[in-house]
């Protein structure tokens, strides 16, 4: 897996996956940005979130539940110092369907955390303490 980030302007950057996709990042106005896209630190949050979406929705799909909405909230605290690291990031998952198995849910969710995602186990290993909840409701 590769990327590339190069300075634009300012405290602006172009970052291009290796897939070929691409994005600006920015600092808020106060660090000497002008808020044309997401801070890096959000960025880890969002992959975050997006790797144990991928996870929960993929074990569900496979387990036909018939899932019509799927978010993850994240709600993260950062160190008080530099580093401002995070420390801690809860996970909330709404998953909406028809006549859904609220247990297959809760287990879709604890796998990603336990088992299969990615990002989730390298925050862990940095000492991040990750917790996660579970709201399951019916197609809007």
């Not at 660090?31 to 569900?60: K, Q, W, Y």
């Not at 401002?84 to 879709?108: N, P, S, W, Y």
Request: hydrophobic share 45%; net charge negative.
């Amino acid at each position: 897996m590769k990327a590339r980030i190069a300075w634009h302007d300012q405290v602006a950057f172009v970052a291009e996956s290796g897939s070929g996709h691409a994005l600006i990042l920015d600092g808020a106005p106060d660090h000497g940005g002008r808020n044309l896209g997401p801070r890096p630190m959000e960025l880890i949050l969002m992959g975050l979130g997006s790797c144990a979406s991928f996870d929960v929705m993929t074990i569900l799909t496979k387990q036909r539940q018939a899932v019509s909405a799927c978010v993850c909230e994240l709600d993260a605290t950062r160190a008080d110092e530099v580093p401002a690291v995070f420390t801690a990031i809860t996970m909330h998952f709404t998953v909406r369907g028809d006549g859904l198995d609220h247990a297959k849910v809760e287990r879709a969710v604890a796998l990603s955390a336990e088992k299969y995602c990615s990002a989730s186990k390298m925050l862990e290993a940095a000492g991040v303490i990750l917790t996660h909840r579970v709201t399951v409701m019916p197609r809007d």
